[in-house]
């Protein structure tokens, strides 16, 4: 292979390469992520995991809605419980 032939065969695989390039970002969009906290996120793949087992026919029905029901009633009380929760005044000094 001579020189021109290489630096042809190397501008024809730049050119590719490029027009890959560009259209791998075009097809791209932006996602907009969502932070989840740590109850969420357990909330979250819980469901998942029960979803999953029904999909599969390791659940009925009425069991998965149980435990869904359970989940959610579960992950309530942490919050629940934060709401009531009250704060101590402070005293002022001389009263």
Same mark, same amino acid.
């Given at each position: 292979?001579?020189?021109?032939?290489?630096?042809?065969? /190397?501008? +024809?695989? *730049?050119?590719?390469?490029?027009?890959? /390039?560009?259209?791998? +970002?075009?097809?791209?969009? +932006?996602?907009e992520?969502?932070p989840?906290?740590?109850? +969420?996120?357990?909330?979250?793949?819980?469901?998942s995991?029960?979803?999953?087992?029904?999909?599969?026919?390791?659940?009925?029905?009425?069991?998965a809605? @149980?435990?869904?029901?359970?989940?959610? /009633?579960?992950s309530?009380?942490?919050?629940?419980?934060?709401? /009531? *929760?009250? @704060?101590? @005044?402070?005293?002022?000094?001389?009263?």
């Open positions: 292979m001579t020189e021109e032939n290489a630096e042809e065969v /190397s501008s +024809e695989e *730049s050119e590719v390469v490029e027009e890959v /390039s560009e259209t791998y +970002e075009e097809g791209r969009e +932006e996602l992520y969502i989840f906290s740590p109850l +969420e996120l357990e909330l979250f793949i819980s469901r995991e029960i979803w999953d087992k029904l999909v599969k026919g390791e659940l009925g029905i009425d069991e809605k @149980k435990m869904i029901e359970e989940l959610t /009633s579960k309530l009380e942490p919050v629940a419980q934060a709401k /009531s *929760s009250k @704060k101590r @005044k402070r005293q002022k000094k001389g009263s």
